[in-house]
């Protein structure tokens, strides 16, 4: 029989997963309810998802009852029966014992911030972790390094291919395994559950089952072996690069959100790419997915593991900060090319302008982290705002020290969103700052003087303005002088110096 407080814990979840799936369903009930017909493909695709929930519940109904009730926990627990053990997670926890796991580099005595998980396994004619983990250091600094520990879970079958990895990240990457910065980890077959007879849900073929099952569990494993290493534990694939400064946005997104009942947050919108969850998640998760691993993808299950865990809504950051790049997949014969929309690789398009150091604020409410300094600062991206936008509304950037402008540019609008110009707007300066400004908050300026209106095309070039000003300017605005329902892009604010 079993034990009762181990029956108990199953109620409480199976009481969780109805009322979480009860809230489900009357959101999909009403949306589709409410649907024109216009939207006929989203009803379809929420429909699924409550299908698939539906079928979620089932087997977890199905696991916990029955012959699962009746296993000899003596035989569970026997370390000889190497697949029977971790079948039933009703009864037993998944354990990962971290210091037989690693193969390359140490374990440090501190918890550091984040952890990155990595797992790799062998791709026909292609390996692409080498560029992944040289985008993690080029884009991470000493310090970064010091508070962050990058797991790569070599989880092939094949032996073969684990040692080439290891061999591989000690001879191109031996300082940083020293420090502590990587490790390369593996584990025992016997942790795998049979792949065999499994349930070939949502029409798909045996192979592409066993290799999305095998995918669970290595993320079980990994998610098991990663609870003590860090405070964070953020999931990447081995064909994935990072945006410069990817710790500190990962830092703001955290404090951003602080305030928010989020479970997991998503630095990609991409499948299971860039997403966060606190390391005390991390055993309740593996457990999750490795009750679930032939029944639905992880790119479902840990949709539901938040829905369980009462997050409502997606924290998806973006500009995202993670790319996809592999083509080929560690599926035989599949294709990958799903590429991230939101991950930005464009700076300033002026280079030879000198950007003065300053603060840049805007009363715009901008889209996620698509913030008012990166229309001015050289970091990927861009300031996008959105609407309604209101006459009156503006964008200011403060300079540290008085300036002598030169030439200043104001690209708005972008290839991906070319509608999202400013429609109508003026481009003013100020040579002063009220005494009584906040030392922390959006400073007072006066005096201003209008430089020029923005063009149709929501641009504006002013030159030769050491000639035409001729005095020192510590505050640029851009203003809107007319109401818009569009967004507005800011591309790019490009200021050249008199000296």
Known sequence: MMPGRTWNRVLLLALFVMFS??????????????SDGSGDSDSKSLVKQRDTLLDTVHVLQAKCKGDFFN???QQVNSPTNEKAENTDVCLQQVHVDSK??????????????????????????????????????EHSTSQDRKDVVIVVFAADFNNDYNNHIKDLVESN????????????????????PPLENLKQNFGDELERVIWRSKQVVDYAYLFSYSIDVA???????????????????????????????????????????????????????????????????????????????????????????????????????????????????????HGDSNNPPARVFSNMTPFSMYLPNLAYSNQPGY???????????????????????KRVLVDTGSDAHPQDILQAGVLEVSRKILPSSPTKGTPVCTDYEKLGKFTEKGQIDVDDLEKTLGYDVVCLRITMIRSQVQWLVVQEIAVWTAW
């Open 21 to 34: 799936l009860n809230t489900w369903l009357v959101r999909i009930l009403v949306t589709v309810s409410d």
């Open 231 to 349: 405070q964070y534990y953020i999931q990447l694939e081995d064909d994935v690069i990072a945006t410069p400064n990817y710790v500190q946005s990962i830092r703001e997104y955290i404090d951003l959100n602080q305030n928010e009942q989020w479970v997991c947050l998503e630095f990609s919108e991409l499948g299971f790419i860039g997403k966060l969850f606190r390391s005390s998640m991390l055993q309740r998760l593996s457990q999750f997915v490795m009750f679930f691993f032939e029944e639905q993808p992880i790119d479902y299950l840990f949709k539901y593991f938040n829905l369980l865990h009462a997050q409502q809504k997606s924290f998806l950051r973006a500009p995202s900060i993670f790319q996809h790049i592999g083509t080929v997949s560690s599926l035989r014969d599949k294709e990958q090319v799903a590429q991230d929309r939101f991950f930005e690789t464009k700076r300033r398009a």
């Open 71 to 73: 296993v000899d926990q």
């Open 100 to 137: 037989d796991g690693i193969i390359l580099g140490h374990q440090r005595n501190t918890k550091g911030f984040l952890t990155i998980g990595i797992p790799t396994v062998k791709r026909e004619k292609k390996l692409y972790i080498q560029e992944t983990l040289n985008s993690l250091i």
């Open 383 to 405: 300031f996008w705002g959105k609407a309604p936008i209101s006459a009156g509304d503006y964008l200011l950037i403060a300079f540290n020290q008085p300036v002598r402008l």
């Open 173 to 192: 990457f031996k300082e940083y395994v020293n420090e502590g910065f990587i490790q390369v980890i593996t584990a025992p077959e016997s942790f795998y």
